[in-house]
Structures are given as structure tokens and as C-alpha cells.
């Protein structure tokens, strides 16, 4: 089956940008899209941005939108995640996803990576 991998989290100060990376085994005929949701601590997973694999458009999560930009190397079968002006309240863990839309409803996603850690001091 489908297999996805995050990378690159960690430990950053308020301020600070971070990259974030998500492999993915390849894509497929149903599920075009690709997202990054997010899950702090306390709270439910809530959407943070996602992309179309074949044109790149892109939709962002009105909390991030302006500091986070999604892209992809299809090359790669890779997306990124580009992390800026981070906030205490970004620190979370980050779980990317294949979709079948550029929506933010995590039923609109089947396959979903493990998540990586993003933590960011104040």
C-alpha cells in the first residue's frame, strides 16, 4: 500500500522557520492531493494546507496561511512543508496525507504518514 514518511521536525525557538518533508511511496489514479494536518496537544487533527501533485495549486489553513507554504517534487514523490515566523502554538504533531481534494476534512484523506514532532519555545 501506499506509504507515507514525515521528516525534519524538532525543537525551535518563537520566530524561527522550519522544513518538515513528507516521502511517499508513489502516487495514484484516486488520491491526486496531498495535506499536512496537524494535531496539538489537547486538540482534535485540524488541516494545515494541501496541494494538487499534477498542477501545484494550494490551500492553507487560515491560521498559517502568510508563514506556511506547502510544495512538492514529484520528481521525489516528496512534499514539503515550509514553516516561518513559528509560533508556540504551531508546536503540534504534524501528520501528512494522500486526498482525493484539496479539502481540509480528514475524510477526504485514506492513506496517513506516522507524524513528526514540531515543538516551538517561547
Known amino acids: 500500500q501506499v506509504q507515507l514518511a514525515e521528516s525534519g521536525g524538532g525543537l525551535v525557538q518563537a520566530g524561527d522557520s522550519l522544513r518538515i518533508s513528507c516521502a511517499a511511496s508513489?502516487?495514484?489514479?484516486?488520491?491526486?492531493?496531498m495535506g499536512w494536518f496537524r494535531r496539538a496537544p489537547g486538540k482534535e487533527r485540524d488541516f494545515v494546507a494541501s496541494?494538487?501533485?499534477?498542477?501545484?495549486?494550494?490551500y492553507y489553513a487560515d491560521s498559517v496561511k502568510g508563514r506556511f507554504t506547502i510544495s512538492r517534487d514529484n520528481a521525489k514523490n516528496t512534499v514539503y512543508l515550509q514553516m516561518n515566523s513559528l509560533k508556540p502554538e504551531d508546536t503540534a504533531v504534524y501528520y501528512c496525507?494522500?486526498?482525493?481534494?484539496?479539502?481540509?476534512?480528514?475524510?477526504?484523506?485514506?492513506?496517513w504518514g506516522q507524524g513528526i514532532h514540531v515543538t516551538v519555545s517561547s
Open positions: 496525507a494522500t486526498g482525493r481534494r484539496l479539502g481540509d476534512r480528514r475524510s477526504e484523506y485514506n492513506y
Open positions: 508513489g502516487r495514484s489514479f484516486n488520491w491526486l492531493f
Open positions: 496541494i494538487s501533485w499534477n498542477d501545484g495549486n494550494t
